[in-house]
């Protein structure tokens, strides 16, 4: 609405995230710090075997849509689903370089953001992660939107 004490005042509302994207972007951030604290304690706490190898690669997919909707809320599921699968497999294809083995070699956490190693099988998790992930936030977001008569 026009303000007409503060002309401006209609223009800055309108930059403003709507409350939908800023809801949408707490609750992001709020997930992402969750999937941050479990992905640690995966890694640091519990042993190493396929189980754990599977969690880690599920709770990184995780992090990273979560970290695209804290970025993008105004994006939709779909293309945040999409920019996250990217990411994934471009990282997980950027292994087979060896460069992130090295790097990791020098500054060990490197390799909870880059891993170290190739296996396919990650790119499944990843995968089938994400795609869980944007249906959940697809129906999560149907729910929040108001219904037309």
Do not use: K
């Not at 401006?8 to 997930?31: G, K, Y």
């Not at 999937?35 to 519990?46: D, E, F, P, Q, Y």
Request: hydrophobic share 55%; proline share 5%; net charge neutral.
């Amino acid at each position: 609405m026009n303000d007409p004490v503060n002309p401006s005042a209609d223009s800055a509302e309108r930059w403003q995230p709507s409350r939908t994207a800023r809801t949408r972007r707490i609750a992001a951030l709020v997930c992402l710090a969750v999937v941050i604290v479990a992905g640690l304690a995966v890694h640091g706490l519990l042993p190493d075997t396929a189980v754990t190898d599977i969690a880690g690669d599920a709770l990184y997919a995780a992090a990273a849509y979560a970290a695209l909707v804290v970025v993008a809320a105004r994006l939709g599921p779909l293309a945040i689903g999409g920019i996250a699968a990217a990411w994934c497999v471009g990282v997980e294809l950027f292994q087979l370089t060896g460069l992130p083995s090295a790097w990791g070699a020098s500054f060990a956490p490197m390799t909870l953001l880059l891993g170290a190693v190739f296996d396919a099988r990650d790119l499944v998790v990843y995968i089938v992660t994400i795609a869980a992930l944007t249906v959940l936030d697809w129906a999560l977001g149907s729910v929040s939107r108001p219904r037309r008569a």
